[in-house]
């Protein structure tokens, strides 16, 4: 195993490091000590790596990440994740705004609670929250899906497209047309394989589901102000 | 103050805020130094200029102005006497650069506001009260709280904030905090839309605006409510009515240390509490180096909540006592 501490190795030189791993590297577990709060640790990843961070992140931990798996034992600052291609994240703790906002594709796991705008615009990305979301969540989410073990704030899914959310708690209000959904077996079942995948007990049968009502989609003179 | 390159889900890095309150009074002693490390972290959100509020504690009987002057060697020379005299109270002047503390007997603000118009108008009050003083220039952080010793300095709470300038001047006046009453001040991250109406209107109702600064206009807006009887939780509740834009506010009350998001909450905040103290910062990396942070709960304030943390509340701090 390869540690970095960011109290002797400075953030350039760390990210290059990590950035420097090919596809078929065989040092594959990475930890990174003394983080404090820094920006933009284990951005730009692009290899089958484990990245530990031990201690909280600033803004943009683990962003545009491709392959790599980053765990965070700590929260994490504004844009975890974001636009993350493929791969996995998982923070131990919370994150603020607009974690996991425009991602692709991979898996974002937050064990605490996420604040505003969680997953907005996201693009395919799997976003699992063991605790609640923030207002604006998944605003003009495209596809992917957004499971919430606790509640969502207000306007979940505003302008949304096809993303699929679920909802285990309170939903303070729905954004302009988002709406509840039927939960048919197809959707137990997708559901069922991201809970086990995030690590969450929670059983699918507790959640509804939210999607778009497709009434957006284009230009009707009465969805103007 | 200052708005953003604001895009589609949040915000860049502009402006920062800290803030200490202290609970354990053993870490009295360290305020200042605590809150220069924290200031100066913060340098990169903004390195325009900085300020920053200090309770640094009351004397009994007695009440505190800091001023400000461009002409320091002037101004403050002989400060003690001119005002003392005409006025017929004993009067002390500590001097510190740009700025200088004056202490009078309590009760004797307004008199002595008076004569100082009278003596040299371009003296500038800072702050007023019995426990705050503010100190703020422009320049880097670590600049402005080297040439103030805010290192030295001890006090049970304080707030400090680096500005980069957006919607008015790098000026002394447009940097922060703001002093909105006795004892009270307020800092500001984020971007007022209506400052210029509100404005207007304040100064129809006879508060005082001396500045285009946007914050200011925040400021006046809370001393303004406060004078018509609200309390600061209920001042701080309207804002969220009244105030149009982005805002994160710290203010600062004579035993107290209060924060308030937008609904919206696009600019940051990050809290943190052990027994020791509560901690406010724009980012988790203005927080690390405070004692005992490995284990603090650090987390992240709710938007349109007033939270408030008071040394008359009981032991545990009184959370969202709006």
């Not at chain 1, 996420?114 to 996201?122: H, K, L, Q, V």
């Not at chain 1, 990305?125 to 063991?130: A, F, K, Q, R």
């Amino acid at each position: 195993m390869q540690t970095i501490d960011l109290q002797q190795t400075d953030l350039r030189t760390l990210n290059a490091t990590l950035h420097a791993q090919a596809e078929t590297t065989n040092q594959t577990t990475w930890t990174i000590e003394n983080p404090r709060g820094a920006h933009a640790l284990a951005c730009g990843l692009d290899a089958p790596i484990e990245v530990t961070v031990n201690g909280h992140t600033g803004y943009y931990c683990a962003g545009m990440n491709k392959q790599a798996t980053v765990n965070i034992k700590g929260s994490a600052g504004p844009g975890v994740a974001e636009n993350m291609m493929s791969g996995t994240v998982v923070i131990d703790g919370d994150a603020s705004q607009y974690a996991g906002a425009t991602g692709h594709g991979g898996l974002l796991v937050i064990k605490g609670n996420a604040s505003s705008r969680c997953g907005i615009s996201m693009k395919g990305i799997d976003i699992v929250v063991h605790g609640n979301i923030g207002h604006m969540s998944a605003f003009m989410a495209q596809s992917g899906n957004l499971v919430v073990c606790g509640d969502a704030g207000e306007a979940l899914g505003d302008s949304l497209y096809e993303a699929r959310l679920f909802v285990r708690g309170s939903v303070k209000s729905l954004g302009a047309d988002c709406i509840e959904k039927e939960m048919r077996p197809e959707h137990l079942e997708i559901l069922a394989d991201l809970l086990a995948r995030g690590s969450s007990t929670a059983k699918p049968e507790e959640f509804r589901r939210y999607g778009s009502a497709r009434k957006l989609y284009n230009f009707h003179i009465d969805n103007a102000y | 103050m200052p708005p953003e390159g604001r895009c589609f889900f949040g915000e860049f890095t502009m402006c920062g805020i800290v803030g200490l309150f202290l609970k354990d009074s053993r870490l009295e002693p360290q305020l200042g130094a605590l809150l220069t490390q924290m200031l100066i972290t913060m340098t990169d959100r903004g390195p325009d200029s900085a300020g920053i509020a200090i309770y640094s504690g009351e004397q009994e009987d007695k009440t505190k102005l800091t001023l400000q002057s461009e002409t320091p060697e002037t101004s403050f020379e002989d400060l003690a006497a001119r005002l003392g005299a005409p006025l017929g109270i004993p009067v002390d002047v500590r001097v510190k650069s740009t700025h200088a503390v004056v202490t009078l007997p309590a009760g004797q603000t307004a008199a002595a506001r008076a004569v100082l118009t009278d003596i040299d108008p371009s003296l500038r009050v800072m702050s007023r009260g019995d426990s705050i003083e503010i100190y703020k220039e422009v320049g880097l952080p670590k600049n402005v709280a080297a040439r103030f010793e805010i290192e030295k300095m001890r006090g049970t709470h304080g707030i400090g904030h680096t500005r980069m300038a957006t919607e008015s001047a790098v000026t002394t006046m447009g940097a922060h905090p703001f002093n909105t009453g006795d004892d009270q001040c307020l800092v500001h991250n984020g971007s007022l839309s209506n400052h210029n109406s509100l404005r207007r209107k304040l100064r129809r109702e006879g508060i005082h605006i001396e500045t285009e600064n946007d914050t200011e206009v925040g400021a006046a807006y809370l001393t303004w409510k406060m004078q018509n009887g609200a309390t600061l939780g209920e001042a701080l509740q309207s804002s969220l009515e009244d105030l149009d834009g982005f805002f994160t506010f710290v203010v600062g009350t004579k035993d107290g240390f209060g924060v308030l998001r937008d609904p919206i909450a696009c600019k940051p905040a990050v809290m943190a509490e052990t027994d020791q103290y509560v901690a406010f910062g724009s980012e988790y990396r203005a927080l690390v180096d405070l004692p005992g942070i490995e284990a603090a709960r650090v987390w992240e304030p709710e938007p349109a909540t007033v939270y408030f943390w008071s040394h008359n509340a009981a032991p545990t701090s009184s959370e969202k006592a709006a």
